[in-house]
Every structure is written in structure tokens, then in C-alpha cells.
């Protein structure tokens, strides 16, 4: 049958249109996650939409949230929450550590006097985009990490140099391990069995099993550690050290430092991850305004991103597609594309942004 343009057009308008709809819808649907970011100073979360990079929703949390993780069911985000008072980032000396002052030994306390009623951790609905309760779990939390199961928290508890335990279901901790001076990170392998707490002051690492919570090892790695990113097998843990511009790479079976990757002049990396596949590992530079690619298997630097001020907390989409970078700041998110290793977008989060989580969409 011959078709002239008249036919053509039906053809596409009636046939083609639904079918073009159909598949813009289907590309749409698999864009399904949302991005919780903290805000220190201003006490909320701003929650940003995985498809468009637009902010649906500011939830109040409380005073000075930091570290945040999401229920492995997606439901719950899980907040990191202190009444200690921030104070502005340190001197450095020409080493890149931090210059102490009223002889204090951490950079983020002030001497004014905490309100430790504030101290928990926030319980969010993401359906309802509201806080439920805070539970205690002892003094200063900073960040967090999830048993493989979902029932139980891993805190850190800055000030006090402990970590602890907590059961979600019953609220109440089990445990508290004496650890090394200022932890902050706090990582879970993913094979569930060992979790990683790093302490700043000494640049000590502690490794914990996660089923009897005790002690396995300790090891020295200097220079202000703050976070832990693990391959996917579990093999390796990637850790950065704030003060001296690195990044340490660990035989996370025999927890040991195996390599020490130098970052560029002016980094001072902060928060570490993985890619999905666990091909790239990427790392926040804060005061270097960056975001380090580098090489899982031989530890290369291979490309520096530049993204907003003083990037903390970083975290990746579920389909490994984008970086969010949480710039403190500059009170805003920074969306790379990792396909370019371009910063595709910068979302305004008002309030200090400090760490990231991404969840899937509420329903």
C-alpha cells in the first residue's frame, strides 16, 4: 500500500505518540530515589527528587544534624543529632594540621557549654517527610553506619570517644566500646561481619565485629581520618586523612594499610565512596573544592572534579549515574555526572550542608 504524507503523520501521532510516551515513562520510573542532605546550622534536612534534582521537602530534624543513613526498606532515615556547638574549621599549619587553640583538641566543639538534652538520634518517616522521635544513644553522636540486618546502629560519639550500639526496635543501647579520642566515621563492611570506627585526634582505626561488638584490631594511619568506604566484596576499605591530603587504602581482611594514595596540593579529603561496581573510588576534598576520582584496583588519580566550597559528604545514585556533594559553605548540593565527571547542576540546601543519603522515592 502507498502512503502519502497525511498517512505518515496518523501513523506517527496515533501509533508513535503513546509508544514514545510509554518509554519516556518507563526511562522515568527508573529514576526512583530521593537525596536526604543534613543541615548543620539550620537543623532540617532538605530532601531533593533523583529525577529532576529539585528540593520537595525541608523536614526539621533538630539541632546540629550530621550524619544520616537510610532503613535498608527505604521507609526510615536515620539522623545524627548534637546540642554541642559548632565552631568555624581551624588554622592549618604549613603541614596541613589543624593549629589547636585554649588548649582544646578537636576543631568542631566550642567551650560553650553543650545541651546534651539535644544529643539522639532523629527517627524520619520519608513517607510522611516528618520526625517521629529521637532515641538516645549517648553524648555528641556524629555519624552513623547500619547493621547488615537493618535492626541495629552503629554511633559514634564524638566527644566522649566511644562508640555505641543501638537496638532501633527497643531503643535502647546495648553496647558502648571505648575507642580511640574524637571518633567520627563510622563504616559497616558489606559483608555485614566488621564495622570500621575512625578517630581523628590520633588517626586510629578501629575494627569491631558486628556480632559480638568486640575489638578486633586497632591500626594507626595518622593524619585526621574521617570516613570508610568499602568495596563491594568487602576486600578493601578506602580512608581518608583530612590533615595530610590522603587517601589510605586497607586489606580490610587482615586490616592493614597496604598503599597510600597522595591527593593534589590543597586537598583535605573528607568523605569517601565507592562506585556501585567498585571500579572508582571517589572522595570529597573540602578545602580543595574538589572531588578526587581514583582507580579501585591500582589507586590511581584519575581526574579532580571541581564542585562547590568545602564539600563534605558525598554520596552515589543507585544506578551509579550521579554524585551529590554536600557543600557546606555554600549552602548547596553539587549533582556530577559521572559518566563526563562534570557538575551538571548545584541545588541550594540552606543551612550548612554536611552529609548525604540516598533512599528510594516514597510511593
Known sequence: MKLNLGHLLFVVIVYGGPLFQSAAAEGQASVNYQVFVTNEKSGDLTVIAGDNFKVTATIPVGKRPRGIRNSPDGKIVYVALSGTPI????????????????????DDDSAAKADKAADGIGVVDVGQKKLLRKIS?????????????????????????????????????????????????????????????????????????????????????????????????????????????????????NHKEIKTILLPKGSRPMGVKVAPDGKKIYASTGRGGTVCVMDASTGDLLNTIPVGKRPWGIAISPDGKFLFAANGPSDDVSVVDLATEKEVARVKSPGSPWGIAIGPAAN
Do not use: M, W
Open 137 to 253: 544513644v549517648g553524648s555528641d553522636p556524629e555519624q552513623l553506619a547500619l547493621s547488615a540486618d537493618g535492626k541495629k546502629l552503629f554511633v559514634s560519639n564524638e566527644d566522649v570517644g566511644t562508640a555505641s550500639v543501638l537496638d532501633i526496635a527497643t531503643g535502647k543501647v546495648e553496647h558502648i566500646i571505648p575507642v580511640g579520642r574524637e571518633p567520627e566515621g563510622v563504616g559497616v563492611a558489606p559483608n555485614g561481619k566488621f564495622f570500621y570506627v575512625t578517630c581523628e585526634t590520633e588517626g586510629e582505626i578501629y575494627a569491631i565485629d558486628a556480632q559480638t561488638f568486640k575489638v578486633i584490631t586497632h591500626f594507626n594511619v595518622g593524619g585526621r581520618p574521617r570516613s570508610t568506604g568499602f568495596l563491594p566484596d568487602s576486600s578493601r576499605a578506602f580512608i581518608p586523612s583530612e590533615s595530610t591530603g590522603q587517601i589510605h587504602v586497607i586489606d580490610s581482611v
Open 87 to 106: 565552631e568555624p574549621p581551624p588554622q592549618l599549619d604549613a603541614s596541613g594540621n589543624p593549629i589547636f587553640k585554649r588548649g582544646k583538641d578537636d
